[in-house]
Nanobody, 115 residues
Framework: QVQLVESGGGSVQPGGALRLSCAVS????????VGWYRQVPGKQRELVATLARGGTTNDTDSVKGRFTITKDNAKTTMYLQMDILKPEDTSVYFC?????????WGQGTQVTVSS
């Protein structure tokens, strides 16, 4: 059974950085597009970044130039390097495949950007 577990969230000041990790169990990791998503309470979950099987990345406009999605197939782990964080990046971050599958949403990891 495939499971995705996020970690690495925390509280940082504006301009700071965090790296999120997503450990993926199961052997299908390397053959699918993977992505990071985020959700603020009361709002719809939104796409942050995706990484296709062939290596092509796609970032939402608000994080372009600041966030970088990568993955390590050998470790079946994906990452989201978040630099120059802004208060509006405060959210719960989730990993999933792309397009996302309802059965694979985890608990997420909270990121709070505040001075």
């Amino acid at each position: 059974q495939v499971q995705l577990v996020e970690s690495g969230g925390g509280s940082v000041q504006p301009g700071g950085a965090l790296r999120l990790s997503c450990a993926v169990s199961g052997s299908i990791f390397s053959i699918y597009c993977v992505g990071w998503y985020r959700q603020v309470p009361g709002k719809q979950r939104e796409l942050v970044a995706t990484l296709a099987r062939g290596g092509t990345t796609n970032d939402t406009d608000s994080v372009k130039g600041r966030f970088t999605i990568t993955k390590d197939n050998a470790k079946t782990t994906m990452y989201l390097q978040m630099d120059i964080l802004k208060p509006e990046d405060t959210s719960v971050y989730f990993c999933n495949f792309c397009p996302p599958s309802n059965g694979y949403w985890g608990q997420g990891t909270q990121v709070t950007v505040s001075s």
